[in-house]
């Protein structure tokens, strides 16, 4: 099972952010949280990794449904979109929600995953296209 949903772009990075909170919000995501790796791990451990950005997006439909079945899911909730330089490429990157499924062990989570699944693989595909 793949670990994550991406895509490998040869565009600015600054420009790919700003498509993906687009390509996100047209999937019903919204972008909550920002955390600028790059900067935080510079500032607090004196490490340079490049441009990186952990977007914390939300579909707050697709959450009610999941923490629904189990209200410990926020857990494992596929929130994090991951924008980050790679080479001379970025990568897009976010949690294959598969995963919330089978850490969980709970069947009742199959159609919010596909459902976030599609959702995902869409605004990514967006991306590439």
């Excluded at 952990?54 to 857990?75: D, M, T």
């Amino acid at each position: 099972m793949e670990l994550g949903i991406g895509t490998r772009l040869t565009a600015p990075f600054d420009d790919t952010v700003e498509r993906t909170r687009k390509a996100l919000h047209e999937q019903g995501f919204g972008v909550l949280t920002e955390i600028d790796m790059q900067a935080t791990l510079q500032a607090k451990i004196g490490e340079d990794i490049g441009r990186y950005l952990i977007l914390g997006a939300c579909n707050p439909q697709l959450a009610h449904r999941a923490v629904g079945v189990n209200r410990q899911i926020g857990l494992l909730l596929p929130c994090n979109v991951v924008v980050r330089e790679d080479g001379g490429d970025v990568v897009v990157e976010a949690m294959n929600p598969e995963l919330m499924v089978q850490v969980s062990g709970d069947p009742e989570l199959r159609s919010v995953a596909d459902d976030a699944t599609a959702r995902l693989r869409s605004a990514i595909a967006t991306l590439a296209g």
